[in-house]
C-alpha cells in the first residue's frame, strides 16, 4: 500500500525518509521549566528531531474518585488533583518552552489530553500535535485536534484494530502518522509485538511509527528495521527520579546510542537492490578463478 508523507517543521516524515526521532519529555520534567530545559539540551546533544511535552487540564482529566486521595510527592503528602496540578507547566512556562527549542533548532510539541489544553497550546502554533493512545477513543478531542489543521501522530496502544479504524475514519487526514505502541511502563519484551508494525503499515495508507515503553534499546532497533518511520522513546535525566514514566525512559548517554545507531543501521538497510560494490572488486578478483 502506498503511503503518504506526512511534514512536521521543515522535516518530512514517511517510507524512505530519515526516522524521524522524538525525544518524549512529558511529564518528566516533575513541573520544573529548569528540569524541562537540561532535557530539551539533552535532546539536542543526541541529534533528536523533536520533544514532546504532555499537556492535561487537571479539573478535566482527574476521576472525581481520585482528586481527594493524599499521595506522597516530592513535595509532601498533598492530594491528588494538588499533585497533577503541580506537575502542569504555565503559559510562561510554555512561551519559555517555545522560545528555547527555537533557539536549539529542535521542534516542540504535545500530547493534549483534553480540548481546553489543545485551546492553550494553539497560541503557540505548533508543527503538530501527538494523540496519546489514551485519548483514542475521546471523540471531542480528536475532532478539536482535526479542526486545528495540524500534523497529527496518533498513537495506537491501549486500543483494538475497530477502535483504530473509528478514529482515523473521524478524523479522515492526509497529514496524519501512526504510531505502533504497547501502553505498559515499561513493557515488557513479550509484549511489544513489532510485527503490527507491518500489519497497520498493510491496512492504512499511512506513514507508521513505534513509540516505545521497554527497558533498553534494543528492541527500539528492530522497530526500526521492520520500518518504523518514527520513533519515540521517553526521555529522563535519571531513571531513579520520582514519576511515573521515568522507569520507562532513556537516560542522556542512552538517547545519545539510540539516534547514533538508528542513523548507522539506516545506512545498513541500503535500498535492496544487488549490486558489486567498488569495495569488493579487488577481493573478487583476489577469490575467484572464473
Known sequence: MKTKELRVGGKVIGEGQPCFIIAEIGINHNGSLEIAKTLIDAAVLAGCDAVKFQKRTP??????????LIRETPWGEMTYMEYRKKLELNRDDYAEIDRYCREKGIIWCTSCWDVASVDFIEQFEPSCYKIASASLTDDDLLRRLKATNRPLIVSTGMSTM??????????????????HCTSS???????????????????????VGYSGHEVGLQTTYAAVVYGACLVERHI????????????????????????????????????GVKVVYDSEKKMMARLRCK
Not at 479539573?59 to 481527594?68: F, G, K, W
Open 185 to 207: 511502563y515499561p513493557c515488557k519484551p513479550e509484549e511489544l509485538n513489532l510485527r503490527m508494525i507491518k500489519t497497520l503499515q498493510s491496512k492504512f495508507p499511512y506513514p
Open 236 to 271: 529522563t535525566l535519571d531513571r531513579a527520579m520520582w514519576g511515573s514514566d521515568q522507569a520507562a525512559s532513556v537516560e542522556t548517554s542512552g538517547f545519545l546510542r539510540l539516534v547514533r545507531d538508528i542513523r548507522t543501521i539506516e545506512k545498513a538497510l541500503g535500498d
Open 59 to 68: 479539573e478535566l482529566c482527574v476521576p472525581l474518585a481520585q482528586r481527594d
Open 162 to 179: 475497530a477502535q483504530i479504524k473509528h478514529a482515523l475514519d473521524l478524523l479522515s487526514k492526509d497529514t496524519l502518522v501512526l504510531t
